[in-house]
């Protein structure tokens, strides 16, 4: 009676193991590929590009291309912070809230174009913004006209979008926006 008990559990786990594997191979394709390029006139033989954490590290302006699975560009092309973040956003609405004592907002501006020859959902859950080293609070807030939330969008091939992102960060500190679907980071952005 034990083998035969022994004989189904090693069934079992060899039964769970080629699953998982054929799980694998099945969702393979849906991972980022996490080769990034910028393509801001690099020439052959140019200083690679520097990194944090072992993930290449971008500027503000950098136009950065990721290949694979839901293929795109992305740029940040403006960064607010601090008090001049607080005055644009207080003109928003009223009843807009200061920051929290050591605190300020940071505001930034990403640019996404869907390279891929499928369509792409993007939206300002991919560019979180990490302060210290720590995530950014989303802000919950009104912007004021001329500066439209990056909201959620579905991009068919060749389509493009731009907004703003607002988060509550640690006043003063050393900011990066990091590129960040399905929670694996791919690119930051020295802010």
Known sequence: MAS?????????????????????????????????????????????????????????GDVISMSGYNSLQFSVQEVIRGDEAWSIIRSGNMFNSEPDAGYEYIMYKVWVKNTDSDKISVGSYSFPVYANGVEGEYAFVALPDGYRDLNMAELLPGGETSGWIVKEISAGADCKMAYEPFGTIYAYVQL
């Open 4 to 60: 035969t008990t022994v004989k189904i559990i090693i069934c079992v786990v060899i039964a769970l193991a080629v699953l998982g594997v054929v799980a694998c191979v099945a969702c393979g394709n849906n991972i980022p590929s996490s080769s990034l390029s910028d393509t801001t006139g690099t020439t052959p033989g140019a200083v690679e590009t520097p990194s944090y954490a072992g993930v290449a590290l971008y500027n503000v």
